[in-house]
């Protein structure tokens, strides 16, 4: 009886171990298979070797793309190829396909029952097939992200602000420079912002960053970068030729606008509107010689509707000649911005952070403010807008926006893995901002970046992974740095249940 009990649990304990290891063989397959390219970063040891690793990887590539050039059109095709490839490769990786965290509230942005004795009761959905692209956008801003990864919707409402008719266009009040609001039949709104200057134009180095002109290509790669980076935080924007006369001359309500239009005197139509920035004759936005290029970007419900709130970014300039602000001679600003509501808890600091890296890697200097829904509270995205003037250098790095990274050393985990991935050969930086921007109906014109702005992104990207390296060596701890949005365990379990 006892030989036979023993016999028994002696089965009993081999079973045990049996599932015990297919358990574990099939948790390590599945953290190999989810985060395969990043799978170094998961252990914190790890980081740097892998980090560095990847940089070399990316550098040594750089060169060999230099090296081979692409004289003939054949292998000019190859690459838009492989840069759409990689572009796909990177947005079916499931880094960002991320679960976005469980929202506290379910109700749609919009703020709709302001006065219910007025309004007939409205059932508005994002998925509802009947609404226009501009709605369904609408609707679908939600407390973590302006629009979801691979938004069905998207491509509708680019396509829309690129070609519907414009049946309105006035002058947006606020703001420096002159842009315009364009209205479509649909009700739909698009604010744009007119060409200023030529691509391969770098920026005039004595011009202090708040008196650069705006850029409607910045305004564009802005977006595509965002969404490359996996934030997903800039309004949709999109290029378009629009005709000075017809699409906004003629339709145009705004009488101060109407006086400032002239022909120039090689019979370009031309005009120059009213704000505190180059409006003037000698700044005319002018069309060659009828249209003229211009970023369009999706407008946001109106504030009546969805009201936002402006934050004054602790990192702002000084936007004086001769003064500095805080941030640039106190070396313990972050201390005391990391005690300061709303930076003193939830994602507020590594949201700014991630914004900085943005900015740094466009080089955009102007980020005086941002702004967030109201609805949302504290706890909500950053909406990135207003880039335009950004990528106006390639040949510099402004090492000063990176400020709120260097001096405060937190990144979210989310976007490390992201850079990182990004770095790395098989989905280099360059190559799908390539490719994404290759898809902008301006594309056609120009590339929308020179080749000189697509490789200061590689290069300020190594930048950027060098400084969370470097902030991790001076830290004791991983999680002082690391800001843990990924909860593995519970990703572990959700796959688990599949
Ligand atoms: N897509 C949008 N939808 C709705 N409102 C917008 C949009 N983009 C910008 N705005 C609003 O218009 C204001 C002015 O726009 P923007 O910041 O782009 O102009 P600007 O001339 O660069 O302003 P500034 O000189 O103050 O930086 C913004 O602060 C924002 O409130
Ligand atoms: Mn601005």
């Known amino acids: 009886m006892r030989v036979c009990a023993r016999r028994r649990s002696r089965t009993l304990r081999l079973w045990l171990l049996i599932v015990f290891l297919s358990l574990h063989l099939l948790v390590v397959s599945l953290v190999l298979s989810i985060y395969h390219t990043s799978c170094e970063l998961h252990s914190y040891p790890g980081i740097q070797t892998s980090i560095s690793f990847s940089v070399q990887n990316a550098s040594a590539s750089t060169s060999t793309m230099t090296a081979a050039g692409s004289d003939t059109q054949e292998v000019e095709m190859d690459g838009t190829a492989d840069d759409l490839a990689k572009l796909e490769a990177l947005y079916s990786h499931p880094l960002y396909n991320l679960p976005t965290p469980p929202l506290p509230d379910v109700n749609p942005i919009l703020r709709l029952s302001a006065n219910e004795d007025d309004y007939d009761p409205i059932l508005w959905n994002a998925s509802a097939e009947t609404h226009p692209p501009w709605l369904r956008f609408h609707l679908g801003i939600s407390r973590w992200q302006m629009y979801q990864h691979k938004d069905p919707n998207l491509s509708a409402l680019t396509q829309q602000m690129a070609s519907h008719r414009i049946v309105s266009a ?6 420096t420079q002159l842009k315009l609001v364009m209205s479509f039949p649909n009700y739909g709104q698009t604010l744009f912002k007119p060409m200023k200057q030529e691509r391969h134009e770098e920026t005039n180095v004595n011009l202090y960053y708040f008196s650069d002109f705006e850029r409607h290509n910045a305004e564009i790669a802005a977006f595509h970068l965002d969404k490359i980076l996996g934030f997903r935080r800039v309004p949709p924007v999109v290029g378009r030729l629009v ?28 005009f120059y509107g009213q704000c505190s920035y180059y409006c003037s004759t000698e700044h005319a936005i002018c069309g060659r010689p009828l249209k003229i290029e211009g970023s369009m970007a999706a407008m946001l419900p109106d504030l009546s509707l969805a009201p936002r709130r402006s934050w004054r970014s602790p990192w702002r300039r000084s936007y004086s000649r001769s003064k500095l602000a805080q941030w640039e001679t106190d070396s313990n600003y972050c201390d005391s911005i990391k005690k300061t509501p709303p930076y003193d808890r939830g994602t507020r600091l590594v949201d700014l952070i ?8 466009m080089s955009n200097m102007d980020r005086h403010h941002y702004e967030t829904f109201e609805k949302f509270g504290n706890d909500t995205f950053l909406i990135h807008f207003d880039n335009g003037r950004a990528f106006g250098r390639h040949s510099n790095d402004e090492p000063s926006i990176l400020a709120p990274l260097v001096q ?9 893995l992201r850079l990182h991935l990004l770095s790395l050969q098989s989905y280099r930086m360059s190559d799908v901002m390539r490719a994404s921007l290759s ?4 594309a056609v014109v120009a590339p929308l970046l020179t080749e000189q702005h697509l490789s200061a992104l590689d290069r300020r990207l190594e930048t950027v992974i060098q400084t969370i390296q470097d902030c991790l060596q001076q830290h004791q701890h991983h999680s002082d740095v690391i800001h843990d949005d990924i909860d593995f365990t519970r990703h572990l379990k959700n796959s688990a249940r599949i």
């Open 243 to 270: 005709n000075v006369i017809k699409e906004i001359k003629d339709i145009t309500t705004d009488h101060k606008l109407v006086t400032t239009f002239f022909t120039s005197p090689v019979g370009n139509a031309c």
């Open 408 to 416: 405060c050393c937190r990144v979210r985990r989310s976007t490390l």
């Open 354 to 361: 991630d914004m900085s890296i943005l900015d740094f890697l």
């Open 170 to 175: 006035v002058q947006k009040s606020g703001g």
């Open 439 to 442: 898809q902008d109906p301006l």
